[in-house]
C-alpha cells in the first residue's frame, strides 16, 4: 500500500474559530509562493524594514526594536522574561488565565523569584490586589500582565497596570497575543515597556512569528544586565544587530512567513488599523447577542469583555466535544475548548482576523441552533441568528 | 508619496548558492497555500505523523521523537543544550568553526561547565584531542560535535567520535543543519543521541523549521534531570505530549510551514534519500573541479569535505564583496561570505536541496570566469566549465 505521506496533502477548507489560528486570506498565502531570497540580500532587508514600520503602526509606537521573532507567541513570552530578568530578580505575574500560568512558569524558568497575583478565571487581577505585592517586594524588576487572557476570554486594562507598576519601579511585560490588530494597544501612550503578540490571530497570518516591541526602559534594562541572557536564540541585543544597520547574521530568518506578515500588514493598512479593530468590535458584539439569546451564559465579566475571543459556558448535560466534533464534521467550522481548569467547561470562540466576518458569526449560530436541541438542549430556531442581526445593527447606529 | 510597504512584494528570482536558505521547489511553496488547519485538528494530526514518518527516513533512525521545532536551527541547537544539561553539568565542544563556537556558547548559556577542543578551520576535530579532554574530567555530560561545518565546508566523521564519547559516558549532540538530506546521516547505526537538522538547507523548504531526532540515552536523560529545562518553548517533554498521541497544546505549530515541510520531504522521497545524497556529491564534485580549474583554492581539507558547501579562498588581491555583488547584479545569484575568522577570506558556496543542480555549478562558474578577470585575475575563459563537465563525467563513471 502506499503510504499517505506519498499523497498529495489537500486540507478541507475549515472555518477557523478557535483561539487561533485563524483563517488566512488567500492574498498572505500566495505571498509565500514568493521565490525564496536571502536572509542577508539587500532586497529582503527592505521587506525587513517595511515589516518593522508596519507593525510600529500597529502597536503605536515608535519603539526601534519592533520586531517579529523567529517563533511563535509562547516564544516571545519566553523571550520577554529571559531578557528582562536575572537570576534572582523579583517578579510578578498578574495570574488570570491559563497563559498567566504559562508567564509565571516561564518567568521561575529564567531564575527569577516569582508571585503571583491571581483572581478568579473571568475577571482581571485588581489593581489593588497587585499593589499589595509589589509593595511586599523590596526590589521588583518586571510584572506580567496578559492584556488578553485566551483562556478566559478577557481584557485587562493596561494604563492603571502600568502607572502602578512604574510607581513601584517595575518594567511591565504585556501579552498581546490575542489583542494586537484586535484592539487598541497603544505602547507608547501607556507606557508598556515590552509588549508581545503573535501573527495567527487578529494580524491575519499563519502562525509562526512573534512581533515583540521593546520600550526604552527594557532596552536599558538589557544592555545593562550583568549576567548574559541564558537564551542565544532569543537573545534581543544578538537579535537587534541583525534587525539594525549592522546587519550581523543571528539566525535564518524565516523568509516565506515574513513574506506572508508583510503582506497581511499590507491588508491591515488597506483596512486602516481602527477599522480592524471596530470589525473584531462589531463582529464579537453580533456574537454575544446570538449565543445569549439561546440562553447560553458568557464566563468573561461584562465589563472585561475580549472582542476576538469569546468564552462560553458549556450548558450542563452537554458534552464539551460532542458538539465541537459535530461543527467540525458537519459545519467544517473548528472552535476550541477549555484550557486548564476550564477543560469542558467552556467553548472558546475566536473572530479573529480574516476569520472576524459576520458571515462567520451567522454560520456559527445556525450550526448551533441545529446541534445542541439534539443533545437535549432547546433553543428556539432562528432567535440566536435574529439577535445578532439586531446587534450588528445596533453597533452600526452607535456609529 | 506612497510608503513603499503598500506596494506589492515582488522579489527577484534568486539562484541561492549561499550557505542557505537554498532555493525552493515551487511545489514546495505551493503547499504553503493550502488553507490553514487548527494545530489540533485531527487532519493536521496526520500531516504531523506523516512528517515525522519522513524524517525518520530521513534520519535513518526509529526514534519517536523525531519531530520539527518551530524554530530555525539555532533554535534546534538550544533545544538540545537546554533539555539534555543542567547547571554544573560539564559539557564539550568540538570547536572547529564558527557554529562550534556557537555551540559552546549555547552550551555555557544553559549552565553547563563548558570546555573545547579546538582545530584548525578546515578540518575536524581530531579524535585524538577529544579523548584527551574527556580524560580530564569525571562525568563528561555532553559533547557537542559539528557534523557539517556550514562555516568551512569541513565534514566530520562521526561514528569514531560517538564511540568515543560513550565510552567516557559522554552524550553525542550532533549538529547535522547543513548535513541532513545532503549527506548520509545514520542515526541509529552510528548511534547519536541528539541531532537537529533545518529546513532551508539539503531538506529543500523554506526557513523556519528545525527537525531534531532523539535517542534512548537522550530521552532518558531528559526523562530523570533533576531541575526544569530553562527553556519552556524547546521543552521536548512539553513538546512530546503534542507529538505523541496525547496530543496536548503546548504552542501553536507554525501549520504552512509544516506544510511546507511534507512537501519538501514527499519529494525526498519520490527522488529517494540515496539518489539525493548523490546528486549533492556529484554537483559538489562538479564545482570543486572547475574552481580549482580556475586556480582557485579549497579551503577545506580534501579528506574532510562536505558536499553541501564548498569554501573558496578569495584570491590575493580580490575583494570578498566586489565579486558577490557582481554576481548579483549581473546573475541574480548569491553566494554567501566567510563567518567569524573567515570573514573576507573565503566564499562560501552552497549546492543545497533544490540549488544542488549541475546548472547552477555552469552558471556560476561561468559568472566567476567573467567576473574575476575584470577584477585583475586571469582566468582561462570556459576552463572551469570544461573541468566541471568532466568531473561529472567522471562521477557517472564511478557509478
Given at each position: 500500500m502506499t503510504p499517505s505521506y506519498l499523497n498529495e496533502f489537500k486540507p478541507p477548507q475549515r472555518i477557523l474559530l478557535g483561539p487561533g489560528p485563524s483563517s488566512v486570506h488567500p492574498r498572505v498565502l500566495q505571498a509565500m509562493t514568493q521565490p525564496i531570497l536571502g536572509h542577508l540580500d539587500p532586497q529582503f532587508f527592505q521587506v525587513m524594514d517595511e515589516v518593522c514600520e508596519m507593525l510600529r503602526q500597529v502597536y503605536h509606537t515608535s519603539n526601534f526594536m519592533t520586531v517579529p521573532l523567529s517563533s511563535t507567541g509562547t516564544g516571545a513570552m519566553e523571550a520577554a522574561c529571559a531578557n528582562i530578568l536575572e537570576r534572582g530578580d523579583t517578579a510578578i505575574v498578574c495570574r488570570n488565565g491559563f497563559f498567566g500560568v504559562r508567564l509565571a512558569d516561564i518567568a521561575q524558568r529564567c531564575g527569577a523569584e516569582t508571585f503571583v497575583v491571581d483572581s478568579q478565571w473571568g475577571k482581571p487581577v485588581e489593581p489593588a490586589a497587585l499593589e499589595r505585592e509589589l509593595r511586599k517586594?523590596?526590589?521588583?524588576k518586571m510584572v506580567g500582565v496578559v492584556h488578553g487572557e485566551t483562556s478566559t476570554g478577557v481584557l485587562t486594562p493596561m494604563p492603571e497596570i502600568v502607572e502602578l507598576c512604574h510607581r513601584y519601579g517595575a518594567l511591565v511585560v504585556s501579552d498581546a497575543v490575542t489583542t494586537l490588530g484586535g484592539h487598541d494597544v497603544q505602547m507608547d501612550q501607556w507606557d508598556i515597556d515590552v509588549c508581545y503578540s503573535a501573527t495567527?490571530?487578529?494580524?491575519?497570518a499563519p502562525p509562526g512569528l512573534a512581533p515583540i516591541s521593546l520600550g526604552p526602559r527594557a532596552v536599558e534594562v538589557i544592555k545593562t544586565?550583568?549576567?548574559?541572557?541564558?537564551?542565544f536564540y532569543f537573545n534581543l541585543k544578538g537579535l537587534e544587530s541583525y534587525w539594525?544597520?549592522?546587519?550581523?547574521?543571528?539566525h535564518t530568518t524565516p523568509i516565506s512567513m515574513t513574506y506572508a506578515l508583510r503582506e497581511a500588514l499590507r491588508m491591515m493598512m488597506e483596512e486602516g488599523i481602527d477599522n480592524r479593530i471596530r470589525r473584531h468590535a462589531r463582529v464579537a458584539a453580533a456574537l454575544r447577542a446570538g449565543i445569549q439569546a439561546m440562553g447560553l451564559q458568557l464566563l468573561a465579566d461584562p465589563d472585561y469583555r475580549l472582542n476576538p475571543l469569546t468564552t462560553v459556558v458549556i450548558p450542563q448535560g452537554i458534552e464539551d466535544t460532542a458538539v465541537r466534533k459535530r461543527l467540525m464534521q458537519d459545519y467544517n467550522l473548528e472552535i476550541g475548548g477549555g484550557l486548564g481548569d476550564l477543560r469542558g467547561k467552556v467553548w472558546r470562540i475566536g473572530l479573529m482576523g480574516?476569520?472576524?466576518?459576520e458571515v462567520n458569526v451567522f454560520t456559527l449560530l445556525s450550526g448551533l441552533e441545529q446541534i445542541l436541541p439534539t443533545l437535549g438542549y432547546e433553543v428556539a430556531y432562528g432567535s440566536s441568528l435574529a439577535a445578532a442581526q439586531r446587534a450588528l445593527v445596533e453597533f452600526e447606529g452607535r456609529g
Open positions: 517586594h523590596a526590589k521588583v495567527q490571530k487578529c494580524l491575519g544586565r550583568e549576567s548574559e541572557v541564558q537564551s539594525n544597520q549592522t546587519r550581523a547574521y543571528h480574516e476569520s472576524a466576518r
